[in-house]
């Protein structure tokens, strides 16, 4: 799963290239962002590691920001056949990571890593098509939604211009646009999920084996 380029780094320096997105070459990640998502990966095994999973698993879902969640679910799909859910081993593990191994604990996010996550997800954005495909499969997916997104002038205020769109943000800005426009919150709320799920459909799509 993770395998070390040595062509110009010292070991211990050395970037990786890490599978995180199906149907797609390794990533290459920077030492840092690769050890959060190895620690990542420790928390989602320990959580999955007895079979009352519930009570460990509403300690470490709810905690960790949309990004760290995102590139999660991409790297575990990658490795367990398209789906979310299931139990791996990291192999080929560098030796400087083995010290993480028994450590399960959560840890905060820096800057750093948060903008390498970003931009691992921006470049893979911008490989299935970017803003206009999305925003092609949003309008298919929930036409009335995205018809009445476009109406009130809100389709750029929810879905932006970057190559990727969070799906949670997507739906906050989602909500907001709806009550600003007098909507009420029942159907604002329903709208904004409608908008989300067809989000979270289109990347889905994207790793579907051909």
């Not at 990658?78 to 789906?83: T, V």
């Not at 470049?123 to 009130?152: D, I, M, S």
Request: with cysteine; proline share 5%; hydrophobic share 40%.
């Amino acid at each position: 799963m993770l395998s070390t380029e040595l062509d110009r780094c010292e070991v211990g320096a050395a970037p990786l290239l890490v599978q995180i997105f199906r149907r797609m070459p390794k990533s290459r990640m920077g030492r840092p962002a690769a050890l959060h998502l190895f620690r990542l990966l420790q928390r989602y095994r320990w959580c999955l590691a007895v079979e009352d999973y519930a009570p460990r698993w509403t300690e470490f879902w709810p905690k960790i920001s949309a990004l760290e969640r995102t590139i999660l679910v991409h790297t575990v799909r990658a490795h367990c056949g398209g789906e979310f859910g299931r139990r791996l081993i990291v192999s080929n593990l560098p030796a400087d990571f083995e010290l993480f191994e028994s450590d399960t604990r959560t840890v905060p996010i820096t800057p750093q890593v948060e903008h390498e996550f970003f931009r691992l997800l921006e470049h893979f954005g911008a490989q299935v098509g970017g803003n206009r495909e999305l925003r092609t499969w949003v309008k298919e997916a929930c036409p009335a939604e995205y018809a009445y997104l476009e109406a009130v002038s809100a389709l750029d205020s929810v879905f932006g211009h970057r190559a990727w769109v969070c799906p949670h943000e997507a739906r906050t800005r989602c909500y907001s646009a709806y009550l600003a426009t007098g909507r009420g919150t029942a159907i604002s709320n329903k709208g904004a999920a409608a908008i989300e799920k067809s989000l979270f459909g289109f990347y889905e799509s994207c790793e579907v084996d051909e």
